[in-house]
C-alpha cells in the first residue's frame, strides 16, 4: 500500500467520524460518587490485590488529563480493543504508525507502510475504529446489538507477482450487524456478520472475537483477544479460486474454495500514556489459515498460513465537554 492509499484509508474513516461527531456525550460523576470511590478501596477481580479508585471531573485541557487515576469505564455498552484501553473521557482519537504485515491476506510476502488509525466514540450509541463502525440502537442486561458497516481496502495484481492473472479485487462496502455484551468490566465477547454489496467481494464474513484486560498499571494497560472469522462461499470465491482463465493468466492450478472457517488467532493490544492526551498504542497479532482457504494455490503455493501482524499507533485524544451531560 502506498502513502497515497493509506491516506485515503485514513480519509474515509475521517468522513465517517466527523459523520458521527455531532451525537458526542458523555455521564458524568457527583462529587458524592467521587468520595465514595476514594474511600472505599476495591477489589482487582484477576490479581485479588486492593486498588482504590477515584473520580475526577471531566477532562478540560490538557493538565487535568495527566491524572492517571481517573476512572476507567469501558464500553458503554459498545464493544472494541480502544474502548477497554483509552479513558473514558475519550471521544476522539486519531493517530498513526507503523505497521509490518503481509501485502495480501495469505502472502509469506510482507511489507513495512504508514498505517492511520481513527478511534470514535459518541454516548452508547455510535463506536468507530479500523473494524468499522458499530451501532448500538438495541441494549439490555448488559447486551447491546445494532447494525454495522466496514469498509475493506482494494487486492491489485500489482501488489504481488502472486497475484499477477487473477485480477483486481475492488474496494468493498460490508454491511450487516453486530451483538457484543461485556462482564466483570474486563471482559467482552462481540460477534459481527457482514456482506459485501459494492465493487469488490458480495460474500458474507462473520467474526468473534473475546477481549479481556490482562492488566492496568498507572498509565499502562494492556488486553489480549481471541478471534475467528467464518466466510461464505462468494467470499472465498473472489480472494481464493482460481478459475480457468485465471489459471492460463498466472500459472496457479485451477481451484474452487468452498465455504467454511478461514482463520483463527489472537492479539496483544497495549496503551500507554505518554503526556498530554498522547498515547502510545503497540500491537501483535496471529491468525492461522485453516480450511478450504489454507490449500488454495495463493495460500499453499504462492503464501502461508501463518499470518503475522506488528506496529504501533502514536494517538492523539480529544474529548469534547461541550456535548457532556451533567448530573
Avoid: C
Amino acid at each position: 500500500m502506498t502513502i497515497n492509499r493509506a491516506l485515503a484509508s485514513f480519509g474515509v474513516r475521517a468522513a465517517a467520524m466527523v459523520g458521527a461527531l455531532l451525537a458526542a456525550t458523555a455521564v458524568g460523576s457527583t462529587p458524592a460518587d467521587a468520595q465514595q470511590q476514594i474511600d472505599e478501596p476495591r477489589i482487582d477481580p484477576i490479581f485479588g490485590q486492593k486498588q482504590k479508585r477515584r473520580d475526577s471531573p471531566d477532562v478540560l485541557n490538557d493538565d487535568e488529563f495527566d491524572d492517571y487515576d481517573k476512572p476507567w469505564s469501558p464500553f458503554r455498552g459498545l464493544v472494541g480493543v480502544l474502548t477497554f484501553l483509552t479513558p473514558d473521557t475519550t471521544d476522539l482519537s486519531i493517530g498513526v504508525g507503523p505497521v509490518y504485515q503481509p501485502d495480501y491476506f495469505g502472502s509469506d510476502d510482507f511489507e513495512l507502510e504508514a498505517d492511520p488509525q481513527v478511534y470514535v466514540k459518541f454516548r452508547r450509541l455510535v463506536f468507530f475504529d479500523d473494524d468499522g463502525a458499530d451501532f448500538a440502537l438495541f441494549g439490555f442486561s448488559g447486551f447491546s446489538f445494532g447494525p454495522s458497516i466496514r469498509i475493506v481496502g482494494d487486492r491489485r495484481e500489482e501488489e504481488n507477482p502472486a497475484l499477477v492473472g487473477l485480477g483486481d479485487v475492488g474496494l468493498t462496502a460490508e454491511l450487516g450487524g453486530f451483538a457484543a455484551t461485556t462482564f466483570l468490566d474486563r471482559f467482552s465477547f462481540r460477534f459481527k456478520a457482514r456482506k459485501g454489496f459494492r465493487s469488490g467481494h458480495r460474500g458474507l464474513i462473520v467474526d468473534a472475537a473475546t477481549t479481556a484486560v490482562l492488566f492496568r498499571y498507572g498509565p499502562v494497560s494492556m488486553s489480549v483477544t481471541g478471534q475467528a472469522a467464518w466466510i461464505g462461499e462468494r467470499y472465498a470465491d473472489t480472494y481464493f479460486s482460481v478459475t480457468p482463465e485465471q489459471s492460463v493468466a498466472s500459472g496457479l492450478p485451477i481451484y474452487d474454495a468452498g465455504a467454511g472457517l478461514r482463520d483463527f488467532g489472537g492479539s496483544v493490544n497495549g496503551y500507554i500514556n505518554v503526556g498530554k492526551r498522547w498515547s502510545l498504542n503497540p500491537y501483535a497479532s496471529y491468525r492461522r489459515i485453516i480450511g478450504d482457504v489454507a490449500d488454495a494455490p495463493l495460500v499453499a503455493i504462492e503464501g502461508d498460513r501463518n499470518q503475522y501482524i506488528v506496529g504501533f499507533h502514536l494517538m492523539r485524544e480529544f474529548e469534547f465537554s461541550m456535548f457532556r451531560r451533567r448530573r
